[in-house]
């Protein structure tokens, strides 16, 4: 009787997200979160996967389509079930509680953590490229900026937003100076590398597939959005007007700084690039200005690292919520406006992780880590728009994804056609492919602990 009462003044004493952050936020947020280190790595990739300048074009154009029908798809699962939890949430009304549990466990030890890591391993690269700290330099540098950001993080939404906002307008600035070496080299009559002639477009390229896979990575990270369905000002309605605006945005952007590496490098210069971003800047700009890149970089990292930590904890915060066990976690501190234990859990989480990329590869091994979970549930949340019309048809939903179901398949299928080629990646075993199996393997301990505990996992979130 007296745990009862414990565990009820606790649930009762608990503070909840509340509606105080705007649409701009949200954009803001989304912007910084997916703008990170894909547009300077997957370029290269894209172009040489695309073999003409018009697919290389239309393959970011594609993937900024695609990301839009799953921002639909999300924004009627957010607008008719807001939480905190975002994905876990909309998991847990489709398929149950267990599901939406692996799904936590997965957010917490692979997918957000992960990805927190690889995130730092970039800015270690290329810091350490300027000031050298010898072979361990970018994992120390990567251990250095998540533990920064972590406890920058821990001081609140409501202390840190304007920098949060300052952060972000910087990454953009970045990848405008992209923009900005192109056109510089087109008002100096410099000769462009290439045809600029598209021409016509021709048959698909044989690699095509392959280059949507690098473009889709690059785009990867707006789903988390979600998490803040709970706390946007405008309402209902609110998240689905912020996910459109922010694929916009992206996609703009996108497309504005692969046609910059094509003016300034051409077709053939791009795709043999191992970092098209610092021979553009180099080319336009001379030796000295790669220091602007390395910052550009840098606050491109630092902003997604920043997102990944604040979507993050709001799902290991909402499984706290349902699972007494967990309610370590549980707690929003609502004078920061944050879950402030799980926000530190997903830094010190992040900080283990980086461990592992000192250990063997860093970015690349972490990529592997996280690439197969990621895909597979971002298609289960694809399935829950489907699953949850029919168990829930009278659901108030303020915004309706168009043409469904049409829309919903997509996304569930091209969701699915990523996980299957992350999954056959890791069946090929090269020196990479333990990273991949790794990351499965720590998936597979959540599915023990969903199959095995999960009578009482389940007793006590009735409870």
Not at 177 to 206: E, F, K, N, R, S
Not at 268 to 276: D, I, K, Q, V, W
Not at 305 to 321: C, D, E, K, S
Not at 397 to 421: D, E, N
């Amino acid at each position: 009787m007296a745990g009862q009462v414990q565990k009820s003044a606790m649930n009762t004493s608990r503070q909840t997200p509340h509606r105080h952050v705007g649409i701009g936020y949200v954009v803001m947020l989304a912007v910084g979160m997916v703008v990170g280190a894909g547009i300077f790595k997957s370029p290269a990739l894209v172009a040489d996967a695309a073999d003409t300048a018009g697919w290389l074009l239309i393959a970011w154009l594609l993937g900024g389509l695609i990301s839009l029908v799953g921002a639909l798809c999300y924004a009627e699962l957010a607008s008719a079930f807001p939480n905190a939890g975002g994905d876990y949430h909309f998991l847990k009304l489709a398929f149950g509680k267990r599901l939406a549990f692996l799904f936590a466990w997965a957010r917490l030890a692979v997918i957000n953590t992960g990805s927190i890591a690889l995130l730092g391993f970039v800015f270690g690269d290329y810091v350490n490229e300027a000031l050298k700290l010898g072979p361990l330099g970018p994992a120390v540098y990567a251990a250095a900026i998540v533990a920064l950001i972590t406890a920058f993080n821990l001081r609140g939404v409501k202390k840190g937003i304007a920098a949060h906002y300052a952060i972000t307008g910087l990454e953009v600035a970045g990848l405008l100076i992209l923009v900005a070496a192109a056109a510089w080299l087109a008002l100096q009559g410099a000769p462009p590398q290439t045809d600029l002639a598209l021409g016509p477009l021709g048959p698909m390229p044989q690699g095509f597939l392959q280059a949507m896979v690098f473009v889709m990575l690059a785009y990867g990270g707006w789903n988390e959005m979600a998490t803040l369905s709970a706390e946007v000002r405008e309402g209902r309605r609110g998240m689905a007007v912020a996910l459109i605006v922010a694929i916009l945005v992206i996609t703009g952007l996108y497309v504005l700084v692969n046609w910059a590496f094509w003016r300034g490098l051409g077709l053939e210069g791009l795709a043999t690039s191992a970092a098209p971003a610092a021979d553009l800047i180099r080319l336009a700009f001379g030796d000295a200005a790669q220091i602007a890149l390395i910052i550009a970089v840098a606050f491109a990292v630092i902003t997604s690292i920043n997102a990944t930590i604040v979507v993050g904890a709001r799902t290991t915060y909402a499984a706290a919520r349902d699972f007494p066990a967990l309610a370590w976690f549980g707690e929003w501190d609502d004078s920061r406006g944050i879950p402030f234990r799980a926000t530190l859990a997903h830094g010190v989480f992040g900080l283990v992780l980086v461990g592992l990329g000192a250990a063997y590869q860093g970015f690349s091994t972490l990529l592997d880590y996280t690439a197969p979970v990621f895909w597979l549930f971002l298609m289960l949340s694809g399935l829950a728009v489907l699953v949850l019309r029919v168990r829930q048809p009278d659901a108030a939903r303020s915004f309706k994804v168009p043409l469904y179901p049409i829309l919903p398949l997509m996304f569930v299928a091209t969701s699915a056609a990523m996980a299957w080629s992350a999954f056959g990646y890791v069946g090929t075993l090269d020196e990479r492919g333990p990273a991949a199996i790794l990351g499965l393997l720590v998936l597979g301990v959540g599915v023990w602990l969903m199959l095995w505990r999960g009578r009482r996992v389940a007793s006590e979130g009735q409870a």
